[in-house]
């Protein structure tokens, strides 16, 4: 088997789809990508077994075949060379890829193809039309408090809720809770399910910026997205969801409105003085005051701040995890936030004070307790 | 207790008296667990190697340890510390902090208190002790080191400032071989250069630790007597009559282990993050795994299951093992939940 193709056209497919290939695969056929040639088109496929992602290019070739290609080493090779033209020649009884460009040949010895694990096909599952750049913002939006907890499997993924009226987005590592919902997209089927943090990371970067439909699929045990000429397919996460709806207050009387900006510049002060392992900072509201403080008794260090603030509510105190708080008020748009409290032992409530069209983001956080809380 | 070990093994063997008694293993590898005080002349102590300790002492006398009877005598110890105070300590089976502010006696004196103390563990034991009183902890632990054996030695607050000034750094106790070597190399000696250094200076350094140097520099340590230290980890372990090969017979001894952590967590009213299997083969070589979650867990099902997977991967003991063992860690204890504890949403 033979092909030509152009260095640079095939480094940018192989880059694309190279995030699946793992270090220390299951198996040791997983550190190759997968060549077929069928009609002039190279099909290119990487995968970990749980996630996989296929990418084709029309290359020159006269006869079909398919080989099992080193990733590494292929990568580095197309990366270190000028864009040219470049000759794969595959002994398919030997499994030898030779290729051949201007500068010189080089050889590499690839694996029987057919030992490559079969990637799953989703035959007659429910099929959903997302635009790129919204599917990109929403796992923006929660991927980051997915949680890395072996022992609750179901919360390292994103959950995914297609109904009728929207879509949501949920993430939660069992501090925090994040929902993005979308009212522009919808299906006529109700479906949830559990999309692993991994696909959703790789599917993050490859999303092109300009806004393409990427075409999502389900079944049983897998998800298959599509856009341009990739295609990725993962694995489900098969557990029960936790029942996430349950726990966002439906009234948190004590009302904080404040400019994102000045609270997120604060906290990140604050937070260099709080304790190391429990990052934990104060917030004191006061009448129209809020007043941000951590200490670390260990090494003596304080801070406090005041800010100004619109606040409806009892006087309180309340403790957070100023990362927790930084990385959420990070992923807010909006130029002022409301900060909904109830008890310094209840979840606050953090939302945008404007939502953009069709979208809508909430924030919840558990609070840390403070030493004056018996 | 002086020499605790050994002189448990003199008392009990008549022949053993007057004589340079170790008591540990004499084996290639074995290890002196205690020296008598006729040992200790030789340079033999706790924690020498056997056969150095047999160099130093050619007429020791090797002793198996009898740990069985060591603990009777130290409940026995800690029988008569409960008739004075329900404030003790224990830092090990035979040494212990009593706070005797308000005891149950009425007796005003620590000194007369610590002066029965010794008269009835010798009466009922047959053993000497070291006391030392002193108006905290810091201080009635270095005064008990005075005057070993059956020391007694008073520790008053006029006093105090002059014996840590006088004492060299590595007898601080809370003082480490390594934290010794690096105030060593910073100048610092004694406690009187040690009280040179500001808090700063010395929090700087020393971390958190900083902050207590700096204070028993000062004679000042306001630690209390915690008659229930807070256990950092809970384990148990077997070995076995036979070596195992069988993985089902690992799995089924670590189901065992595991309902006995848990049930000893269960105790403690706490949970853990950390679990660690520990595996010792049949040429005594020791292996150990451990990993940590974010969630903590205390149910012997869930230990179970991270043992298994940890004693699985990365691949099963390859040889016949001797001895396994599960131990939870980075404990969360019911009490703690209240300070700086991350609350966890009610899925």
Redesign the interface.
């Known amino acids: 088997m033979k092909f030509i193709v152009s260095s640079s056209a095939l480094l940018k497919q192989l880059s694309s789809i190279n995030g699946v290939v793992t270090n220390n695969p299951v198996v040791p056929i997983l550190e190759n990508f997968l060549f077929e040639i069928s009609n002039s088109t190279l099909t290119i496929t990487a995968s970990d077994l749980e996630t996989s992602m296929i990418t084709e290019l029309p290359v020159e070739a006269h006869e079909d075949g398919r080989i099992a290609a080193p990733a590494r080493i292929l990568l580095e090779t197309l990366k270190n060379l000028p864009d040219q033209p470049v000759t794969f020649t595959i002994d398919e009884e030997t499994y030898t890829i030779e290729i051949s460009s201007a500068n010189g040949r080089y050889k590499l010895s690839g694996e029987n193809a057919t030992d490559f694990p079969r990637v799953p096909v989703v035959k007659g599952g429910k099929a959903i039309e997302v635009p790129s750049n919204i599917l990109a913002r929403a796992i923006n939006k929660t991927i980051f408090a997915v949680s890395s907890d072996e022992l609750r499997p179901a919360m390292t993924g994103i959950f995914v809720q297609l109904r009728p009226d929207n879509v949501t987005f949920v993430a939660t590592d069992g501090h925090r809770l994040l929902r993005y919902r979308r009212t522009d997209i919808s299906t006529d089927q109700e479906v949830s399910l559990i999309i692993p943090r991994k696909a959703f990371t790789l599917l993050k970067s490859t999303l092109p910026s300009e806004a393409t439909a990427v075409r999502m699929e389900f079944n049983q045990s897998n998800a298959f997205f599509s856009f341009d000429n990739i295609r990725m397919v993962c694995r489900l996460i098969d557990e029960r969801y936790p029942d996430y709806e349950n726990v966002i207050p439906v009234q948190n009387p004590n009302k904080l409105v404040i400019d994102r900006l000045d609270l997120l510049s604060s906290v990140r002060r604050i937070s260099i003085y709080s304790n190391k392992t429990t990052h934990q900072i104060r917030l004191k509201l006061n009448g129209s005051e809020l007043q941000v403080s951590a200490e670390d008794l260990d090494f003596s260090n304080e801070a406090s701040e005041r800010l100004t603030c619109q606040y409806e509510g009892e006087d309180m105190e309340i403790g957070f995890n100023a990362r927790f708080l930084t990385e959420m008020l990070n992923n807010l748009d909006s130029d002022e936030i409301t900060f909904e409290l109830s008890t310094p032992n209840r979840a606050g409530l953090l939302t945008p004070m404007a939502n953009e069209d069709s979208e809508s983001v909430l924030m919840l956080v558990m609070p840390v307790m403070l030493n004056n809380y018996v | 207790m002086d020499a605790f070990f050994a002189s448990v093994e003199q008392r009990d063997n008549p022949e053993l008296r007057g004589k340079p008694v170790a008591v540990g293993g004499s084996r290639e590898r074995g290890v002196v667990a205690a020296a008598s005080y006729e040992a200790r002349r030789y340079g033999v102590h706790s924690a020498l190697a056997s056969k150095i300790a047999a160099q130093r002492c050619p007429h020791l006398l090797f002793v198996k340890p009898r740990f069985e009877v060591y603990k009777a005598v130290s409940g026995q110890i800690r029988e008569i510390f409960y008739t004075y105070t329900d404030l003790v300590e224990p830092l090990s089976l035979d040494e212990a902090y009593l706070d005797v502010t308000e005891n149950k006696i009425g007796m005003p004196s620590a000194s007369i208190i610590a002066k029965e103390i010794k008269a009835r563990i010798l009466a009922e034991t047959g053993l000497t002790a070291s006391a030392g009183v002193s108006f905290n902890k810091f201080l009635a632990k270095i005064a008990s080191d005075m005057n070993k054996p059956d020391g007694f030695t008073l520790v008053t607050p006029d006093k105090a400032a002059e014996l840590v000034a006088g004492l060299s750094i590595e007898k601080f106790h809370g003082i480490g071989k390594v934290t010794a070597a690096k105030m060593q190399s910073m100048g610092i000696l004694t406690g009187a250069d040690l009280r040179e250094r500001t ?1 700063e200076e010395l ?1 700087r350094n020393f ?2 630790a900083g ?1 207590y140097y700096y204070h028993i520099a000062r004679a000042q340590d306001n630690r209390e007597v915690q008659p229930h230290r807070l256990r950092k980890s809970v384990g148990s372990e077997r070995t076995f009559d036979v070596d195992l090969t069988e993985e089902t017979d690992m799995l089924e001894r670590l189901q065992f282990l595991a309902a006995e952590v848990a049930g000893d967590l269960e105790r403690l009213q706490a949970t853990a993050k950390t679990v660690t299997v520990k595996i010792k083969y049949f040429d005594f070589t020791l292996n150990t795994r451990s990993k940590t ?3 903590e ?1 205390s149910s012997a099902d ?1 230990i179970y299951t991270i043992a298994r997977d940890l004693l699985r991967l990365p691949q099963l003991p390859q040889y016949p093992v001797r001895l396994l063992g599960i131990t939870a860690s980075s404990l969360l204890y019911q009490h703690d ?11």
């Open positions: 808090e929090v971390g958190k902050r979650y974010l969630s867990f869930a939940k209240l300070q700086g504890y991350q609350l966890t949403l009610a899925f």
